[in-house]
């Protein structure tokens, strides 16, 4: 049952969807291609819809969770290298719709690079200019493991009921050979909106059949936006 559970969700998570440098300039009146793909005009707002599979090896028990993240980007501030940093503002959606604050994160975007910083790990979700052979550790300025990142695919994508024509895929470190386990991120940028899909996969499998014993997917599909 646990491997039929996988094949479920990483079908519906696929659905609609194909798939440094020491210096940098801070954000200004700057036309660096590729900036547009992450930008940080306050009170962008984009929601998400979530679909989390788990397994928790502890209970024995696995499932799915789906609720909605509305993200803004609420204001601008100096961080503590001194440059200008958006406040990001997630809400998570209750059963009656109502929005209640559950993250506060933070970006900054340089003629180089872009970082999100998420539960306190600074992480390089893209570097500038987009490029098919730019590699990248995006774990460089946290303590978590080097996951190496690198552009995929440019090109169309869909999302929010539109196609937009031009976007950038980045698969975030992938672990796919080992038998017992399977861990990789995947997202997708759209010029002038940011972020329209984030996949994120952590399993373990037990041998011989390799059944699914703990772990998660999560996908993060962009339903709306609005600047």
Known sequence: M????????????????????????PLGE????????????SGLTRIYQIDSAYWDDFTGTSGLISYQIREVQAGTFTDLQGRPAVRIERYRS???????????????????????TEENNRIIKLVFPPDAESTWNGNAYNTLAEETYRYTRFGPDTAAGQTF?????VLQGDEQGNL??????SEIYARNT????????????SLPNRDT???FIYTERLISYQR
């Open 2 to 25: 646990a491997n039929r559970l996988t094949l479920l969700i990483l079908i519906l998570s696929a659905i609609g969807f194909s798939s440094c440098s020491d210096t940098d300039e």
């Open 30 to 41: 700057i036309t660096t291609e590729g900036l547009d793909y992450f930008p940080t005009d």
């Open 94 to 116: 209750d059963s009656l719709g109502n929005w209640t604050i559950d993250r506060v994160w933070s970006a900054v975007r340089t003629t180089k690079r872009a970082e999100v």
């Open 165 to 169: 024509l031009e976007t950038a895929s």
């Open 180 to 185: 017992i386990e399977l861990r990789y991120g």
């Open 194 to 205: 940011g972020r329209i899909y984030r996949k994120r996969v952590d399993l373990e499998f």
């Open 213 to 215: 014993v703990a772990g």
